[in-house]
């Protein structure tokens, strides 16, 4: 079965730092990997994912994460923290189209002005 | 395009009794998830429905239901509500029940049982 690791429950940078939030998976197939983003008292929006392809995935907001199978892992950057930036970030994965998502535990992004 | 909606957003119950909670996902989409997000589990996978049929289960007891109408709005029940229960009960839908599928999650309704 899959799992999620996220390293840090709470991260807290600078504006204007690089932002970097850690994802380790477990996945005994080639994975389906997801970042979700959740602001204060909404729902999850998709970042970014990664199915087949390119290993470097863009997402919106100026993320991108990279895919590196070796390491099972698929971290989330963003080279310069904006204070909009600021909520709590979801790592996923799927071992197939046809399984739910397995989702980590969230890390909570902090920017401090 | 309007987005998933849930209904109520907040409610407040006792233990014993039953609640049910309703998700609209958006228009052309059939598949509808949810899920249980707490502060000490994270989010947990509920159930997945498409067109009407239940296509995956989580790891929750039986007190928790769900099913799916023909318009693929979908209804979650749970029934003798325990303290723990509480909880951001999240629906999400996508176009198709497959999850590599990007899913749109609603604002969720947020349980407190008291």
């Known amino acids: 079965a899959q799992s999620v690791t996220q390293l840090g429950s709470h991260v807290s940078v600078s504006e204007g730092a690089l932002v970097l939030l850690r994802c380790n998976y477990s996945s005994s197939v080639p994975p389906y990997l997801f970042w979700y983003v959740q602001y204060p008292n909404q729902g999850l929006q998709l970042l970014l994912k990664y199915t087949t392809g390119a290993t470097l995935v863009k997402g919106i907001n100026g993320f991108e994460a990279e895919f590196k199978k070796s390491e099972t892992s698929f971290h989330l950057t963003k080279p310069s923290a904006h204070m909009s930036d600021a909520a709590e970030y979801f790592c996923a994965v799927s071992d197939s189209g046809n399984t739910p998502l397995v989702f980590g535990k969230g890390t909570r992004l902090s920017v401090i002005a | 395009k309007a987005g998933v909606t849930q209904t109520p957003r907040y409610l407040i119950k006792t233990r014993g009794q039953q609640v049910t909670l309703s998700c609209s996902p958006i228009s052309g989409h059939r598949s509808v998830s949810w899920y249980q997000q707490t502060p000490g589990q994270g989010l947990q996978f509920l159930f997945e429905?498409?067109?009407?049929?239940?296509?995956n289960k989580g790891n929750f007891p039986g007190r928790f239901s769900g099913r799916q109408f023909s318009n693929s709005r979908s209804e979650m029940n749970v029934s003798t509500l325990e303290l723990g229960d509480s909880a951001l009960y999240l629906c999400?839908?996508?176009?198709?029940?497959?999850?590599?599928?990007?899913?749109?999650f609603g604002p969720g309704t947020r349980l407190t049982v008291l």
């Open positions: 999400a839908s996508s176009s198709t029940p497959t999850s590599y599928n990007e899913q749109f």
């Open positions: 429905y498409f067109s009407e049929t239940q296509r």
